[in-house]
Nanobody, 124 residues
Framework: QVQLVESGGGLVQAGGSLRLSCQAS????????MGWFRQPPGKEREFVAAIIRSSTDTRYADSVKGRFTISRDNAKNTVYLQMSSLKPEDTAVYYC?????????????????WGQGTQVTVSS
């Protein structure tokens, strides 16, 4: 049974920072690509960032480039999303996802495993 559990969400003022964590358990060796998606209120779930198992390749949505950093610690089965210079438009439920493939995908339907999500609210 594969499980992904996010933590670290909360309320922060614009310009502030938060670090999200995603703890994986179960068949973790299969989680070759780990990603973060988010779903703003009333909108579709969208890609934020992803990282391959070796951490040698990362991808970011244009809206977060230069502000967010994704990283992973395979020994701890954990992936992180460091978010800085937060904006009110970053307000969303943030989801951790895992993909059993070598290549990064920006498509949510290509990720097999999902966490329950953590709320991030950025006040202006």
């Amino acid at each position: 049974q594969v499980q992904l559990v996010e933590s670290g969400g909360g309320l922060v003022q614009a310009g502030g920072s938060l670090r999200l964590s995603c703890q994986a358990s179960g068949w973790t060796s299969s989680m070759l690509v780990m990603g973060w998606f988010r779903q703003p209120p009333g909108k579709e779930r969208e890609f934020v960032a992803a990282i391959i198992r070796s951490s040698t390749d990362t991808r970011y949505a244009d809206s977060v480039k230069g502000r967010f950093t994704i990283s992973r610690d395979n020994a701890k089965n954990t992936v992180y999303l460091q978010m800085s210079s937060l904006k009110p438009e970053d307000t969303a439920v943030y989801y951790c996802a895992a993909r059993r493939a070598w290549a990064i995908s920006l498509l949510r339907e290509e990720y097999e495993y999902w966490g329950q999500g953590t709320q991030v609210t950025v006040s202006s």
